[in-house]
């Protein structure tokens, strides 16, 4: 697992005891001391944290963003208020899905969550299909959480 990438908080998993495993080109916690069972469980009755830095961020800038990126997805994301978040697929020209995304609207652009095995393919071609008044940026060394369960909103 030495030439595995690391999460931001990939040194704090292994500090709290987590079992270690790779995941999408990531070393990543697979379970910790009390094991995957009571994990579920909580998560399933309360709520669980799970670290995804794994996955692709990025931000799209400018003032077209989010008309832009509604050329590359079934819509709609012109029409989110700031702070608003979607989830949706990215398109090919033929409107086949490339992979499913999150797009959170922001006061200068949209951000996009793309799925880890995807996030090199989905930038190459978020990248090629921009207008010249978007910029493009990977976000590469942030951290990134959910949180899950019927206790997550409390």
Same mark, same amino acid.
């Given at each position: 697992?030495?030439d595995?990438k690391?999460?931001?908080?990939?040194?704090?998993?292994?500090?709290?005891?987590?079992?270690?495993?790779?995941?999408?080109?990531?070393q990543?916690?697979?379970?910790?001391?009390?094991?995957?069972?009571?994990e579920?469980l909580?998560c399933r009755?309360q709520?669980?944290?799970?670290?995804?830095?794994?996955?692709?961020? /990025? =931000?799209?800038?400018?003032? *077209?963003a989010? !008309?832009a +990126?509604?050329?590359?997805? @079934?819509g709609g994301? #012109?029409?989110?208020?700031?702070?608003?978040?979607?989830?949706?697929?990215?398109?090919?020209?033929?409107?086949?899905?490339?992979?499913?995304?999150?797009?959170t609207?922001?006061t200068?652009?949209?951000?996009i969550?793309?799925?880890?095995?995807?996030?090199?393919?989905d930038?190459?071609?978020?990248?090629?299909?921009?207008?010249?008044d /978007? =910029?493009?940026?990977?976000? *590469?060394?942030? !951290?990134? +959480?959910?949180?899950?369960? @019927?206790?997550?909103? #409390?």
């Amino acid at each position: 697992m030495t030439d595995l990438k690391l999460t931001p908080l990939a040194a704090l998993h292994r500090e709290l005891g987590a079992k270690m495993t790779a995941f999408a080109g990531y070393q990543m916690p697979v379970q910790y001391k009390n094991g995957i069972i009571h994990e579920h469980l909580h998560c399933r009755s309360q709520a669980g944290f799970f670290d995804i830095s794994h996955m692709g961020q /990025c =931000r799209i800038f400018g003032d *077209r963003a989010a !008309a832009a +990126l509604d050329k590359l997805t @079934p819509g709609g994301i #012109a029409e989110l208020a700031v702070g608003q978040q979607k989830y949706t697929v990215l398109t090919n020209a033929a409107g086949g899905v490339i992979d499913d995304i999150i797009v959170t609207r922001v006061t200068d652009g949209v951000g996009i969550i793309v799925n880890a095995g995807c996030k090199d393919k989905d930038f190459a071609y978020l990248r090629e299909r921009l207008p010249a008044d /978007c =910029r493009f940026e990977a976000l *590469r060394d942030q !951290a990134l +959480l959910a949180l899950q369960g @019927p206790g997550a909103a #409390a």
